[in-house]
């Protein structure tokens, strides 16, 4: 069974970064689709339908704890998630009700979404943030912590001595979310443009494309005429193939024309003597689409295969140099067909083929 060196092929970049640049169209585009979608849906979510606005009153409080010395404040063990704890208990909730005008109209959950603890630095300092639909009711809910804090949970903690609103809650502010979307605009653009890089990549890397005729050479050993536009192709033809007899042409894509092939060659090489009449060049069908071409190619003097340039050409050509071994027919030389000659110059600089 004839094998390809698929393994021994080197990475190529040169090609690699050729290709991309090839694709910098689509990856733009991707580009922008994903900014629009992801940095614009975060846009219309955060921003054009943001919900209600709520609004915030802070109070300030001095607190004394039970300790003999002002340096074993740090030994009480309170801080602001056991102020958050306090706050949420069913005391202190019950004390917030009694000074509200409407005691019914918020619930035990309702009033621990509401309130919170916040200590900064110092323990002695603490803030409680209330949150609520309208400056009134924040305003509201406020006075009635600091009477709740003031005259009902100090008594209740013994780590606690006293409580003192030393900045009562006089305003309410409008609580705005944390919403950046240029940020996310950016953010959804690189990702974007990195997650279809990697993907271009990965399909450039794991494709059996054929676009060089020296990848031909490294990866099935067979001798390469290069392209129709390449300098030496005269020659090489000339080399392999004068002194041969019963010359095929032999496509491995079903859709090339052999017919077609032999005038390009002719056009592309008007020496007349490598056309001469005893030299029998002759069109041959690709094996792929007629199996039974082979009872020729096995008595031609020479065979010159036909590959096309492109995507997914690799395959079908192991698969065409499997069967020509299985039916003992011998490859002089490919040449690569349809060629993107502009990729080969500036892969090459001014050459068209290795």
Excluded at 121 to 143: R, Y
Aim: glycine letters at 6%; proline letters at 5%.
């Amino acid at each position: 069974m004839w094998e390809g060196s698929y393994g021994k092929e080197p990475f190529d970049l040169r090609l690699t970064v050729l290709r991309t640049f090839r694709r910098l169209g689509l990856i733009a585009a991707v580009t922008l689709a994903g900014t629009l979608v992801f940095g614009g849906g975060y846009y219309v979510k955060n921003v054009l339908l943001r919900a209600e606005p709520v609004y915030s009153a802070v109070s300030t409080y001095r607190v004394d704890y039970a300790v003999a010395e002002e340096k074993d404040v740090s030994t009480v063990h309170i801080n602001e998630m056991t102020w958050n704890t306090y706050l949420d208990t069913k005391l202190f909730q019950d004390a917030v009700r009694r000074y509200l005008p409407d005691s019914g109209r918020y619930t035990d959950g309702q009033l621990a979404d509401a309130v919170d603890a916040v200590v900064a630095s110092n323990l002695k300092v603490i803030n409680t943030v209330v949150t609520a639909d309208s400056p009134e009711e924040s305003l509201a809910v406020a006075a009635a912590v600091e009477k709740a804090l003031v005259q009902c949970l100090a008594g209740e903690i013994s780590e606690i001595s006293s409580v003192e609103v030393i900045d009562p809650a006089e305003e309410a502010r409008e609580v705005y979310p944390d919403v950046r979307p240029l940020r996310a605009v950016v953010l959804s653009a690189i990702l974007s443009f990195f997650t279809i890089l990697v993907i271009v990549l990965l399909k450039e890397l794991g494709d059996d494309s054929i676009w060089l005729p020296s990848t031909v050479e490294r990866r099935y050993g067979l001798k390469v005429l290069g392209t129709l536009e390449s300098p030496e192709l005269e020659e090489d033809l000339r080399y392999l193939f004068e002194n041969r007899r019963n010359i095929a042409v032999c496509p491995i894509q079903e859709h090339i024309d052999p017919v077609q092939v032999l005038q390009e060659l002719r056009r592309a090489c008007p020496d007349p003597e490598l056309w001469r009449e005893d030299m029998g060049w002759y069109p041959a069908p690709a094996p792929i689409l007629c199996p039974e071409s082979c009872r020729t190619l096995r008595c031609a003097g020479g065979i010159l295969l036909v590959v096309e340039a492109g995507s997914h050409a690799g395959k079908q050509l192991e698969y065409v140099m499997e069967y020509l071994k299985r039916q003992d027919c011998k490859v002089t030389a490919a040449i690569l067909w349809n060629a993107d000659e502009a990729l080969l110059r500036r892969y090459y600089g001014f050459r068209h083929r290795a």
